[in-house]
């Protein structure tokens, strides 16, 4: 991966962090953020060493950024990105690992065409702020 798309600085992770928003499938958690000066798409690649020892967290990092390499073309310019990895990748072969990354990608909007943060069906939870809830039907049954 190209020097220019890659997050570096501690403090590019940390507001990212902060300030950017965030989803997540089973096997990966995408944060990101819009860039102050739009350009190219920028990315940071995390595995905890809860995964394993340098040898093992390397890999996952190395074949996730091959994943986005490839798949740049697809992905929106003016946003900081961070992939995280958790533990259920560890099982995973690269071709499980390329369509769980781009499913997380393409949930959050991060791919062309989508709106970062809308996922693909509209707004982020339930409307009017009533997540978790379920409408319910009137029944023409009395109460007691």
Not at 20 to 36: D, I, M, P
Not at 38 to 45: N, S
Request: with cysteine; charged share 30%; hydrophobic share 35%.
């Amino acid at each position: 991966m190209q020097r220019k798309l890659r997050l570096r600085k501690r403090e590019d992770f940390g507001r990212v962090y902060r300030q950017g928003r965030s989803f997540a499938n089973s096997q990966f958690v995408v944060y990101w953020r819009k860039q102050t000066n739009p350009g190219c798409f920028r990315l940071g690649v995390s595995a905890s060493s809860k995964l394993g020892g340098a040898v093992v967290r390397n890999k996952l990092r190395r074949r996730v950024k091959e994943i986005i390499r490839l798949n740049a073309a697809k992905l929106q310019d003016e946003y900081d990105l961070i992939l995280i990895v958790r533990k259920p990748a560890l099982a995973m072969n690269y071709q499980q690992m390329e369509g769980s990354v781009l499913h997380v990608l393409r949930k959050a909007g991060l791919l062309k065409g989508g709106t970062p943060g809308q996922g693909p069906g509209g707004a982020v939870g339930k409307p009017g702020g009533q997540r978790g809830s379920v409408a319910r039907k009137p029944s023409n049954k009395p109460r007691k």
